[in-house]
């Protein structure tokens, strides 16, 4: 069954939005296309969308209500000579033999793969535009200025640690987090994160381990008493275990 001309059509007068499906896939694609190209011109088009090849087409020309209008069956005819509005589905039933998704599996495509050293020459890249106007990580003055900075934290961590005696008591503020008193029980750098650290003995069982964390000990504590906190959350002081109050009047 074709598919009749609309009423007054003039084909080649404009375009139509059509929805484009496949059997081969569940996807539905809004396309615009001339009315004034042929259906041959149609299913080329066609190749671009849902991979399936001209000559193993079959069009069906769907309503917008999904209602089956015909089929667009004649390579010669124009596109503006079939009933077409806008949200109309041409649906492309492939015939050359392949499986449903088949066109969908990438895992089986060769991929292209450039050399770092030849994409570095391309002058159209990404990393050639930010390298012409320094941007980003070709900033080197940011750069320069970002290695500073940090380094700058690191010298002021070092010396706050530096500042904390061994054994000495101490208040713990965290953010988002109460004060906790406890006595360090080591400072310097540790092998699960960079920085400098203090490992302390909490008072109460507030912490996450027992002065070990991996297969390195640092100190030790009863298990839950243990935990290490950055240097500016540590204030040394006289800071004596709080009276929990329990204990009998006389």
Known sequence: ???????????????????????????????????????????????????SPASCMELELYSAEDELL?????????????????????????????????YEDVSQVEKYE?????????????????????????????????????QQRRDQEAALAAALPLGSRCLVRVPGQPCRRGTIMYVGQTDFKPGHWVGVRYDEPLGKHDGSVGSRRYFECAPKY????????????DFPEEDDGLEEEL
């Open 114 to 150: 450039m050399a770092e050293s030849d994409y570095d020459k391309r002058p159209e890249s990404l990393r050639s535009f930010l390298r012409q106007r320094q941007w980003g990580r070709f900033d080197a003055e940011a750069a320069q200025q970002r290695a500073q900075e940090q």
């Open 1 to 51: 069954m074709k598919a009749a001309a609309g009423p007054g059509a003039e084909p080649g007068s404009g375009s139509v939005l059509l929805s484009v499906s496949s059997s081969l896939n569940a996807r539905r694609a809004p396309k615009r296309y001339s009315t004034g190209i042929t259906v041959a011109e149609l299913k080329c088009k066609l190749e671009l969308v849902v991979g």
């Open 70 to 102: 015909g089929r667009l069956d004649c390579d010669e005819a124009l596109l503006g000579s079939y009933a077409l509005c806008d949200g109309c589905r041409v649906h492309v039933i492939d015939r050359s033999g392949a499986r449903i998704g088949e």
């Open 226 to 237: 243990g935990a290490f906190v950055k240097p500016q959350s540590v204030t040394a002081g």
